[in-house]
């Protein structure tokens, strides 16, 4: 049974700096890894999308990157601003299928 | 990029009511959708898959008496939640399967007083 785990489940930091989201599963036959933002009260954004075939996505100031042979993926996001303020979750499918399991989230707070 | 829209985004109703939540597909085709629950300050739990012209499944745990589905067109899945009770409030969010992708809508916020 698939599970994911993300940590930290909350971080604090200052307005600049780099930071790194972890997120691990424990099926590493997926076929994608998705990492979405969620602001408090509101839907699902999607930031990246890795297919298993690959092993790194970029978007701006976001880089995900996809281990699947240890079941690892990280969200990098740098110069950190006080708009990234969010709950970032990644999800993967269930080995064999296209249902999503989500972790848990990091709240993330980015101070002016 | 493919949206998926929910209606309506917020929803009130009185205990015992019934409500229905729509989720569609905008500018694509989904033979499949799914529908997930959040409840506060935790992560999204799938609650079914909805496939078009055919019954939905439902994940263990989750009532299908109590949340019926029904995929009636290839652009169009609907909830609904029958006699809501005040612990059915929650944040309902649907996605949509093109291929290999699955597009998520913005949510549907349900209060039962």
């Known amino acids: 049974k698939q599970e994911v785990t993300q940590i930290p489940a909350a971080l604090s930091v200052p307005e600049g700096e780099n930071l790194v989201l972890n997120c691990s599963f424990t099926?590493?036959?997926?076929?994608?890894l998705q990492w979405f933002r969620q602001d408090p009260g509101k839907g699902l954004t999607s930031l990246l999308l890795?297919?298993?075939?690959?092993r790194e996505q970029t978007s701006g100031r976001l880089n995900a990157s996809l281990d699947k042979s240890s079941g690892r993926s990280t969200l990098y996001i740098a110069a950190s601003q006080p708009g990234d303020s969010a709950t970032y979750l990644c999800a993967v499918p269930t080995s064999g299928t296209y249902k999503y399991i989500f972790g848990t989230g990091t709240r993330l707070k980015v101070l002016a | 990029g493919a949206v998926v829209s929910q209606h309506p985004s917020w929803v009130i109703c009185k205990s015992g009511t019934s409500v229905k939540i729509e989720c569609r597909s905008l500018d694509f085709q989904a033979t499949t959708m799914f529908w997930y629950r959040q409840f506060p300050k935790q992560s999204l739990m799938l609650m079914a898959t909805s496939n078009e012209g055919s019954k939905a499944t439902y994940e263990q745990g989750v009532e299908k008496d109590k949340f019926l589905i029904n995929h009636a067109s290839l652009t169009l899945s609907t909830l609904t939640v029958t006699s809501a009770h005040p612990e059915d409030s929650s944040f309902y969010i649907c996605s949509a399967k093109t291929g290999l992708e699955q597009y998520f809508g913005p949510g549907t916020r349900l209060t039962v007083t």
């Open positions: 890795i297919q298993s075939s690959q």
């Open positions: 099926d590493s036959a997926i076929y994608n």
